[in-house]
Every structure is written in C-alpha cells, then in structure tokens.
C-alpha cells in the first residue's frame, strides 16, 4: 500500500471508531425523559420525573440508574443511586425558593455509564398581586354587551409570570372565581393572555345588580390572596312615562300637559346632554326633549291633536321607537241655542229649545231654561230642565203664574264647557208667551147631593158676563155645615170651561182633618161624569176641611173649588144605674162613653163635665171627670137633701172644646133620676 493511502486508512479507522463510541453512549441514555407536567410550572414542590430504558444489545442490560439536582446556583449536587430497574421518581423536591432548577439522570450498563440527560424542574408558588375589576360607572342597558377591564397586579410579578385572569359574574355577594381559594385551573382562568389580556366581555346580564370578582393567576396556577370585586347595575326597563294636565273629553282653550318619568333602576336624574331626559311632540312635530324626569308642552288650536311623549333613563333605556300617545281636544267656540219657532198646541208648556255644536257636541248633563215676567229686572226663575239629544226640554206650570207676558232664556253648554244663552226662538222673534197658555176651567162645589146651578155666560163686547141671579144660586151656598157625630155627607160639585163641561176627567177631593185627628189629611180621586159633574161620600170622622181640586193637564188650566168646613158634633154617652134614688141611700153611678173615631185619647184620658137641672131650669156643673184611655167615665152621686124628695133631676154628660180634640163640644142625651 502506498504511504499516502495508508494514511487514509488509518485516519478512516479511526473516524469509525469514534462514531461507534458515540452511538454506544447514546444507547445508554434513558429515553423520553419527561417531568409530569414538564412545560408548566408548579405551585407545589413535589415533582414526578419519567423515562423509558433504553434499546440495548443483546446480552447488555441496566446494572443501576443514578440521578441528581441542581440547587438554587445550579450547581449539581451529590447524585442518588436506585435500583436497576426504576423507571420512574416521585416526590422530587428542589429548593425552597421559586425558579427554575435541573434534574439530572444516566444509566450503568454492564460497569459502563451513560450520560447524563437533563429535564426542567420549574417551581413558583408565589401569589400575585390583586387584579381589581374596573366596572363602568353608572348603568348598562338591557341590550348592551357589559365589558369589564381588570386592573394589573401591582409590584414585581412571580418567576412563572401571569398566566390570565379568573372571573365569575352572578348576583348577590359573587360567586368565586375558582373552586379553591389558592389556585385556578387552566380551564378557570378566563382570559389566559398574559398581564395584558385585561378585558372581559360578558355579553348582556340580566337586569339588576351582578358583582364581578377576578383574581390574577400567576404561570404555576396560584391565585391571587385578594379577591378583587366591582358592582355592574343593569337596567332593561324603559322609563314609565304619564301625562298630566289632559281634561276627560274637551277643553275650552290652550292645554298646558307635563311628561312625567320614573325608573325604578338607573334614575332620571338629569345629567347633562347624554344623560336621562324626557320629551314630547305634538302633532307629529320634533319632539320638546328636557333634561330630567319632566317635559312641559301647551297644546293650542281648536280640533284634535296628537301628543307623544317618552323618556330615557340613565341606563339609555327609551321609549322613542315606540312612544306613548294621547289626545287633546280642544273646543273655543260657543254652541248656538235657539227656542222652537212655535208652541205645541197639543202641549202648550212645553219649552223647548235646539242646541248645536260643531266640535264637542251639547252637554246632555247641562242647560237650563228659565222664564221671568216680560220687561222686567228680574233674575231669571230656573225650570226643571232635561237636556237630551241636542234639545233643552222644560215644562212650564204656568198655572202656578199669574196672568200675564213672561220671557224665557235657555242656556246651553258644549263638551267643553263653553256656554251660551238666548232669548229668542229659531228665526229670531223674541220667545215670550202669555199666561194662560191654556183654556181656563173653574169648579163649585159644595155639601149635598142635589145638581148644582151653573152661570149661563156669553160674551157681550168682548167681555165675558154672567146672569146675577144664577151666580147668586151657587155662590150663596152655605160653606160650614154641621153634622151629628158618626154621620157621612155627600159632596158634589161641578167641573166646566167656560160654559162647557168636562167630562171624563179627574179630581182630587182634599180632606184636612182638625188638629187632633190619627191622620192630618186624606185625597180622594173622583172622576167627572159626560156632564161635568161629581159626586162623593165624606165618611164619618173627625171635623175637616174639604176643596176639591182639578190638577189641570197638557190643555187645561188647574182650578179649584174653594173650602168648605164640615164642622162634627162629638159623640158622647151617658147612663145612670137607676132610675130613682132614695134619699140618704146607696148612691147613683153615672157611667158613659166619649166616642173617639179616628181621635186616639192620651193616657190621661179627656174632660168630661157631669151637668143637672131641674124640668125646665138652666143646666148647672156638679162634677168634672176624667175618660180612661178608651173613652170610659163613671161617677157614683148620691142623694142627701130632703127638698130632693119627688124631684125628677135631668142629667147629662159634656164633651167640652179643647184645641187638640177634632170634633165640636157636644152633650150627650139627659138621663132621668127621682128622688124618693
């Protein structure tokens, strides 16, 4: 062999070799090395370390493995001998301060060591600093995503870093950030971008008061010791908005309306342009907006109009989209009144008058009409007036009104108030009428059964003039008549216009009872017969007065008969025991009964006098005695005088007048008693 190629053989050998030793040692290394959880770091000191053996030729195999650390310099320290066929070390720990320290292993096979292979023990179990939320001041809106940023934990941070922040949202107090106290999982920790990743959106939150708490996570997990928290308000309700100032229906002029807000939530505390406010638009014009809880607008013209209103609360809740509506409507104008141009004839009291508006409409609740005597200063007399349909409707008892020229006014009202009166009829003419408006009637009457004589009248000139002797004939007829107690009467009596009689019609025979009497006053209706006549009983009673009465109707005026007294005799009975007495012998009784038909007697009962006279003499009083409550007297009288011997008394029983007893003093029939 040449020198030259000689040398390159042995240069070559000696390269093989060297290639052999270095793939021999690495067949001694352990494979995949690898720390539990080798690229976080560790909160705890306590380290798990891993590895596979290695492929080795046949017949080699591990006599021993040997591992070390490294302390807080890095510096390696004494290595620790195990067992041939470990695999795996638990519970490594490194020193006490945080950092990032090396854990060393090599493998003995056959007497012959492998090298050394190397893994990354990182320990940090410093807590962070806190990371208060930073929560909005103010509210959010309903529909408003709610973002939060966090504030950085201050001073130096931990050797692991800051791994993110751990958020929780809810209400009342907060819920915890993380299930421990002291560490978050990767899955808790929110935003794991580092210190700066420091915003957190939530998206929107229910309505009211969520509390966000957050803590800083350093790189090895460890939580923060102080657990930062903000109040984020929530408000998802629009104002409620009310107006004030609206009248129910019309109004007779401008309508000064206030917008008044409240939320329950932010507040419509007035702050500035950005802040809550309340507005209003009339007729579709740009809305009247006001800082605060309060917005004022006048609505003015006549017609209707359109008022929206809305607010905005703190939060910039609004109404805008969908405002609240109402309407004004406003009436300037007075109605018109007119009376009709002519009376009804079937119904000549009847007053009416026609009422137009042309906004609100007539007040069916108001109007008036009212009549006062033609060309004078009187004020007005209101009559009973209904209001209906556009019609003021009054009735005029015009019987109740002397002879004469009378105006009347009628006052009418619209909806909204305006009011406006008139004296004169539709067309103009003014609204006067002369009394009587209806055909006149007259009555007589009077006790008895027998026709009455009636005047036979006619006109002379124009004036009305009757015959003096057939006026004579009713009007001289007695007005008192006198009756025995328990006695009816006949009353009658006659009902005409002019010289016409009216038949078919009723009366009204009024019955006043003297003071004393069970009832004051008793009515009886009697009907006329074809002739104009009637007729009636007065039953038996106490002394009264009686007037008959035509209430008139639609055509005929009221007309009375005039009063008449019926004057009744009290009722008086009187008895004596015996016919004789002897003298100086047992006493006589007088007993008798005051008769009380419709009279209650009180208590005390009423005064009876006790009366005796000779045939022929003057009546003479020897006792007064009193009734009982039923009218029941008695007096025993006993005969002492000699002179009284042969004498037959007369004796009698005397209901005196009394200004509360209803019948007239009265005597009963005398009794006879001898003496013997």
Known sequence: MKPALALLAVIATGLF?????????????????????????????????????????????????????SDASGNPLPATTLPWYTTHIEHLHVAPQPGSYTVEVRLEVGGQYGPWTSAALR?????????????????????????VSLGHPPGPAPVSGIRGYAVSVGPGSGVPPCAKTTRCSVAETDLRGGIEADTIKFGTLPEGASVVRAVAVSGSGVAAAEVGSAIVHVDATRPEVGIGGLAAGWSQGPVPVTVQARDALSGMAAAGPSGPFTAIAVDGGVPRAEPGAAATAVVSGEGTHSVAFYAR????????????????????SRPTVAFSRVQDPAEPERIEARVEDRLSGPDPRRGSIAVRRAGSRQRFEPLPTTSSGGRLLARWNSDAYPPGSYEFQA???????????????????????????????AIVAGFGGQQLVLPRCKKENGQRRCRQQEIESFEGRPTTRRVPYGHAVAYSGRLTAGSQPLGRLPVEVVETFAPGSEIPMRRTTVE???????????????????????????????SGGGKVSLDVLGGVLLRASAASARIGGAPVVFSGRL??????????????????????????????????????FGYSYAFSDDDSRGVRFQFRAVAPAEDDWPYEPAASRPVFVTGR
């Open 411 to 441: 006052t009418a009202y619209d909806n909204a108030g305006n009011s406006a009166s008139s004296d004169r009829r539709d067309g103009g003419v003014r609204m006067v009428l002369t009394n009587p408006l209806k055909t006149t009637t």
């Open 595 to 632: 008769e009380h038909l419709a009279a209650p007697i009180p208590r005390a009962g009423r005064p009876i006098e006790l009366q005796f006279r000779l045939p022929g003499g003057e009546w003479s009083e020897f006792r007064t005695v009193r009734t009982d409550a039923h009218g029941r």
């Open 313 to 332: 609360d703190a939060a910039g809740n609004s109404g805008e989209k969908d405002p609240s509506r109402a309407s004004v409507r406003i009436d300037e």
């Open 528 to 558: 006329t017969a074809a002739d104009g006549t009637f007729a009636t009983r007065l039953e038996p009673g106490p002394s009264r007065q009686v007037e008959v009465v035509f209430a008139g109707n639609r055509v005929l005026c009221r």
């Open 17 to 69: 070799a060297s290639a052999s030793s270095a793939q021999s040692q690495n067949q001694l290394r352990p494979t995949n090395l690898r720390v539990f959880g080798e690229t976080a770091w560790h909160a705890e000191n306590d380290f798990q370390l891993d590895w596979d053996q290695p492929a080795l030729p046949d017949g080699d195999f591990v006599t021993a493995v040997d591992y070390r650390l």
């Open 123 to 147: 320990f940090d179990d410093v807590r962070p600093g806190p990371a208060p939320p930073l929560a909005r001041a103010g509210w959010f809106a309903g529909d408003e995503a709610v973002a």
